[in-house]
């Protein structure tokens, strides 16, 4: 899994005008080719009546489904441009549908690669982009005598208070980012004089609105 990385928040549409031809960025997180594919033909049955409805998507920890399509527009001047605005803007699990409605104005070789990016690129800005960082979650456990004192100090603390179960004991559970661990385990114990027991339980992505790079 990988420490942090740049996606979509879940979907998001925008539209924009050139030389009279709209524009429309349609933009979804997926995690699987077939959820992208199936995005795709969702769009199209949508604006079956458009002139164009190219794609292209992202998808892998490594990038390695990688998909352009022009849908009839001259060969790389649509899905590659397209594609290279999710590669500068580092996204992964990402796919992207431009419905083109044609204006009446051809706009040549560059003026379609300049029209499909920018699409793109506004379709990116109007959805938002999160980076899901990976944490570890820790539960300390302790007696109920010292849940206020623990979260009171764990809300103003840079560790994130994921949830608090009533069981025999309080079980709190917190985010503790990587390299943190020891210095939870330390700050746990000093707040409670020794008295919790500190369990590993697990690990989640954690997602934070951002600029991602290449914007």
Not at 50 to 78: F, R, V, W
Not at 173 to 183: D, F, K, L, Q, R
Request: hydrophobic share 35%; with cysteine.
């Amino acid at each position: 899994m990988l420490p942090s990385y740049y996606t979509v928040k879940e979907s998001g549409e925008h539209e924009i005008t050139i030389q009279k031809s709209r524009f429309i960025a349609h933009v979804k997180r997926v995690t699987s080719e077939e959820d992208a594919q199936e995005f795709i033909q969702s769009i199209k049955k949508q604006h079956w009546n458009a002139s164009h409805n190219c794609s292209c998507y992202m998808i892998g920890e490594n990038d390695l489904i990688q998909k352009a399509n022009d849908d009839g527009e001259p060969s790389g001047t649509a899905g590659v441009p397209m594609l290279e605005v999710l590669k500068k803007r580092q996204l992964k699990d990402t796919v992207v549908v431009v419905t083109r409605y044609f204006g009446g104005i051809k706009l040549g070789a560059g003026g379609l690669i300049r029209a499909y990016g920018s699409a793109v690129s506004e379709g990116l800005n109007g959805t938002g982009v999160v980076e899901r960082k990976l944490m570890n979650i820790y539960a300390a456990i302790f007696d109920y005598t010292l849940l206020g004192k623990v979260e009171n100090e764990i809300r103003s603390s840079s560790y994130i208070l994921k949830e608090i179960h009533y069981l025999e004991k309080v079980k709190l559970e917190a985010y503790v980012s990587h390299g943190e661990e020891a210095s939870f385990e330390e700050w746990i114990a000093n707040l409670t004089s020794g008295q919790a027991l500190v369990e590993h339980t697990g690990q989640a992505y954690l997602e934070q609105d951002v600029q991602a790079p290449g914007k």
